[in-house]
């Protein structure tokens, strides 16, 4: 396995939310419900800092998220700055489908032409992260920030 991308989910990996907050966010757009989780972004600033021997990037990095076009609107509006650090973003809201439906892995490996086995995905659902491994993608289950760490560095990608 040659690792070249890196596949995020966002809620409970990245964002943290209350769900009355978002409910109320649909209906006041000036509300933000998205809390930024600091370990989460740690890991994603180092995954984005390393560097291949050219000195270029040494990943891609994806998002591949349950979250709905409302939802991924209002994280557009609070968030621009953080969606602009992905090479691409694939939620089911635009697919139609959730996680662990194969169908939207499917679409995110198509719509960004990836080889499953260049592909880590980290998510906080064990069902997303085995449908994942089904279709040959190696899964990091994100239930402690420590181990996800400890997985990336077991797979040298810092």
């Known amino acids: 396995m040659t690792t070249k991308n890196i596949i995020f989910d966002l809620g409970n990996v990245l964002f943290d939310y209350d769900y009355i ?7 006041f757009p000036e509300i933000n419900p998205f809390k930024p ?4 972004f740690d890991i994603l600033k180092n995954c984005l800092n390393q560097l291949d021997a050219n000195g270029d990037r040494a990943y891609k990095i ?11 609107s209002l994280l557009e509006r609070h968030h621009p700055e ?22 939207i892995y499917e679409h995110l490996l198509a ?9 880590i995905f980290i998510d906080d659902q064990i069902e997303n992260i085995e449908m994942a491994e089904r279709l040959g993608i190696t899964g990091i289950l994100c239930n402690e920030f420590s181990r996800v760490e400890y997985h990336l560095k077991r797979l040298k990608i810092y």
């Open 21 to 27: 907050d978002l409910r109320q966010a649909h209906t």
């Open 37 to 40: 989780i600091s370990h989460g």
């Open 62 to 72: 994806y998002v591949l998220s349950n979250w709905s076009k409302v939802s991924y």
């Open 82 to 103: 953080t969606l602009n650090l992905f090479d691409g973003i694939v939620t089911s809201g635009e697919v139609g489908v959730k996680k662990p439906d194969r169908r």
């Open 111 to 119: 719509k960004y032409s990836l080889n499953p086995e260049d592909c």
